[in-house]
């Protein structure tokens, strides 16, 4: 015989004494090679039933848009910019550059509605780089975002004001030479 124990539960709202602020975290990497740590941390948050958003701004190829999000599990969306290539030189056409501030603005207006607890923005430094993102808007996003928001940036040659402004700084390496 099994016997079954009933919990009894409290109906009032789980209200912390304090409000848990998020952390901005930067990896950055001379070659790519983070994203796997990345997305295992966004996996595991999520799984946790967290509120996470992936956003990978030069990688396209696959008619996704900020329209059409990958769901991987129920907590944890996936965007890429809206382009028929990968992004890989700072000169792009009209409809590359659209489709590229769509999603930054869409990327924006969620984080700003405090829809995700969990925001990572791959490659924006090399979009930074590149002159299609502003700096002072990145900053700006940093400052502004709900204080519960963590913000992971990713890319290499990360612009030292965004590595001022983080909490967590990780630089990928290799430990020998080759």
Sequence with gaps: MIAQLETPTVHSPCQPPYIVEGLVQVFTCSRRSF?????????????????ALIVQFLKG???QGHC??????????????????????PQL???????????WQHTRQVVSQGQYSLVVLDELSVAVEFGLIPLTEVLDFIQNRPKHVDVILTGSNMPQPVLDAADQITEVRRSHQM
């Design 93 to 103: 056409d009209e409809s590359e550059n659209r489709s590229l501030q769509e999603l």
């Design 68 to 89: 059409h999000p990958v769901k991987l599990g129920q907590n944890l969306d996936w965007i890429r910019c809206n382009l028929p290539r990968c992004i890989d030189t």
């Design 61 to 63: 190829g696959i008619n």
């Design 35 to 51: 994203l796997t740590s990345v997305m295992a941390q966004a996996l595991r948050v999520s799984g946790q039933g967290t509120p």
